[in-house]
């Protein structure tokens, strides 16, 4: 656990993404926070040393990264995993056998396999819901409830969850609210400011943005909830190497440069696929047509380059895929580099058909992860990858 200094609150985005969680290394006065790699520290006496131990418990590089997250998402406390799903999993071991959780039916796939293949074995109960419709989370509130666990924009349906409505939802519950913000990272959306106890993030998409590494991250304002996550943390031990951290450090620093294009490139071409006869429809919670725009508006300050497309003929969506150029046929997101997936083989084939399908996600829709390429290349790769020959 790593709680953020006042130093790391300067007031604005681009100068934290940049600064927050670093001072010059003390040996030489290094500008860039050393990658520490070590599994331990020499102590000066028993019992005396510089508050490093073993490097599970704490380390230089990957301090740095929680502090400079923490301080994006405007939280006090950042814990820094080996994966996303890690994250997860240490928000999860907060509940006891017996706890229900309500959570988004559109959430990541994996997140979805994990709660219940994984933990709904071992006692817990959930129940999936629209969490873009609050009163359909509101009823699926028991008295067991414990936490809310919601994404928004969701992965790969575009669905947006109100976040004041529904921390309100888990505040007069008294229940947990966990909102995932992997899709519209801190430059455009901060969860803890409607009322959110804990943001995740899977730190492989856009937090470090070069498709280089697997990590995640929680980040939250309570010190109760901090001091309970630092011993899952410990206690649990799926911490991420100094080498990952660093990487992620490094990426985010230019989180603000890059979502803003991404942000730029993705309304750009999500206006434009509209206008694509063979796009039946364009899922962007920047587009007027997004049944939730006027919400997207409200909490979010941009929109970024998630889009997914209907194409309405499933042998179509495979060729099409197979066809782009530059946006290349992959798992993940969140990339300088564009991405093209068929959500319903590849992230999202672990989600029971039926549930795919109540969501409107087909075996026809397309997902984009538009990159910061030039965005008339990207044009022109879908406009060729769209054509009928
Ligand atoms: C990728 C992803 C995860 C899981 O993160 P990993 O780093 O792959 O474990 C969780 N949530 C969302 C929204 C994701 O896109």
Redesign the pocket.
Known sequence: MTRISDGDLTPRFATRAVHAGQVPEPLAGAVMTPIYQTSTYVQQGLGKHKGYEYARTSNPTRQALERNIAALEGGLHGFAFS??????DAVIKLLSAGDHVVSGEN??G??HRQMTHIWARLGLTFTFVDGGDTAAVAAAVTPKTKMIYA?TPT?PMMRLCDLAATGEIARQAGALFVV?N??ATPFFQQPLQYGADIV??????YLNGHSDM???LLVTSRDDLAERLAFIQNGSGAVPGPFDCWLALRGAKTLALRMRQHDASGRRIAEWLGTKPRVKRVYYPGLPSHPQHDLARRQMKGFGGMISIELGDAAFARHFVERTKIFALAE???GVESLIGHPASM?HASVPREMRERMGLTDSLVRLSVGIEDVEDLMADLEQALADD
């Open positions: 994966s996303g799903l890690a994250a997860l959430v990541y994996g997140s994404e992965n995932d992997t899709f995740l993030h899977s730190t492989t998409k697997i990590g995640g993940s997101l969140g992230t």
